[in-house]
T-cell receptor, first 114, second 113 residues
Framework: NAGVTQTPKFRVLKTGQSMTLLCAQD?????MYWYRQDPGMGLRLIHY???????AKGEVPDGYNVSRLKKQNFLLGLESAAPSQTSVYFC?????????????FGPGTRLTVT | EDQVTQSPEALRLQEGESSSLNCSYT??????LFWYRQDPGKGPEFLFT???AGEEKEKERLKATLTKKESFLHITAPKPEDSATYLC??????????????FGKGTKLSVIP
């Protein structure tokens, strides 16, 4: 089991460029999430998905779009990158455990927007 | 508003010196509280889930406990390889179908040989 994988690991963009981050999981989890992590801010939820074909907004969704066409993949898109989107992006997946959901994280993508 | 506060922000321990990390939380209701370990340049690694006050879980040198207002991560006789940032997160009851966790900012633990 590879768990949760993310592509790419690093990326540098210029302001206004677009890109897509790919997340894949092989644990057959229903739920998937995209977070960003900034110094002093903790992890913040961008978007999430509760199943194939569904997406929902999290705490900081502006400037991002997502798609979940297949159960195992969750894509995060930046249509027009801004320096404020410089961050480390983590994907996570989870299954339901009782009333809650244990989330398992990928290794992260470090994005710099200049 | 749901809040999670971790203390201290940073902790330096000598190898073998036991201590505790604190996670205080304010939520309308708690579905679960999670502890993660994060090494530099890596994603958070799941450690524990706690569901109700009084619950305890252990893994090697780590023991997590939960009360109605806070959780502690006790580290017994730590080793240098326990150095990492430890994150706490809560899953509150915020309406039906809520899937969002609220994370604390973490405690950076350094264990000196």
């Amino acid at each position: 089991n590879a768990g949760v994988t993310q592509t790419p690991k690093f990326r540098v963009l210029k302001t206004g460029q677009s890109m897509t981050l790919l997340c894949a999981q092989d644990m057959n989890h229903e739920y998937m999430y995209w977070y960003r992590q900034d110094p002093g801010m903790g992890l913040r939820l961008i978007h999430y998905s509760v199943g194939e074909g569904t997406t929902a907004k999290g705490e900081v969704p502006d400037g991002y779009n997502v798609s979940r066409l297949k159960k195992q993949n969750f894509l995060l898109g930046l249509e027009s990158a801004a320096p404020s989107q410089t961050s480390v992006y983590f994907c996570a997946s989870s299954y339901r455990q009782g009333h809650t959901y244990e989330q398992y994280f990928g290794p992260g993508t470090r994005l710099t927007v200049t | 508003e749901d809040q999670v506060t971790q203390s201290p922000e940073a902790l330096r321990l000598q190898e073998g010196e036991s201590s505790s990390l604190n996670c205080s939380y304010t939520v309308s209701g708690l579905r679960g509280l999670f502890w993660y370990r994060q090494d530099p340049g890596k994603g958070p690694e799941f450690l524990f889930t706690l569901y109700s006050a009084g619950e305890e879980k252990e893994k090697e040198r780590l023991k997590a406990t939960l009360t109605k207002k806070e959780s502690f991560l006790h580290i017994t006789a730590p080793k240098p390889e326990d150095s990492a940032t430890y994150l706490c997160a809560v899953h509150p009851y915020s309406g039906a179908g809520s899937y969002q966790l609220t994370f604390g900012k973490g405690t950076k633990l350094s264990v000196i040989p």
